[in-house]
């Protein structure tokens, strides 16, 4: 068997060894390469998808915020009615207490007239019976 050289052996012991595993590391590296094309992919439909439910949040926020600025505006056309109802009852109930307050006046008026005329006539009384009371005795 002729004798081969370091160099030789070297290149055998290198196509022996090294390069069937950088071969096998070459298939490997395909291989994550085409995995992680596939994972670009889902991930760009991903985030597609998310965009896309970013504007439907968009819209739905767009609704509700019109929606709540319109219930805004109804409360406060509500507000305002009520707060107009409120004085209207306000007032009558003050005219009501005046009226009522004149009333109580005007009867105390004339329960301080009908006094004096029972005064009058209690003492009337009185000097009619000590007159009859006299004129028996």
């Known amino acids: ?37 596939a994972l670009r992919s889902e ?25 709540i600025d319109s219930l805004d505006l109804k409360v406060g056309g509500v507000d305002a009615r009520i707060n107009t109802r409120l004085d209207s009852v306000r007032a009558e109930m003050a005219s009501l207490k005046n009226e009522l307050v004149s009333e109580i006046r005007r009867l105390d008026t004339r329960i301080d007239g009908i006094d004096r005329e029972l005064h009058a006539a209690i003492d009337i009384r009185e000097r009619l019976a000590a007159l009859e009371a006299r004129r028996s005795s």
Do not use: C, W
């Open 1 to 37: 068997m002729p004798r081969m050289g370091v160099y030789d052996q070297m290149k055998m012991a290198f196509q022996d060894l090294v390069a069937p595993a950088i071969h096998e590391l070459r298939g490997e590296l395909r291989e994550l390469r085409s995995e992680i094309h």
């Open 43 to 67: 991930i760009q439909v991903v985030d597609q998808k998310v965009t896309s439910l970013d504007l439907k949040i968009d819209g739905v926020d767009a609704r509700l915020n019109t929606k």
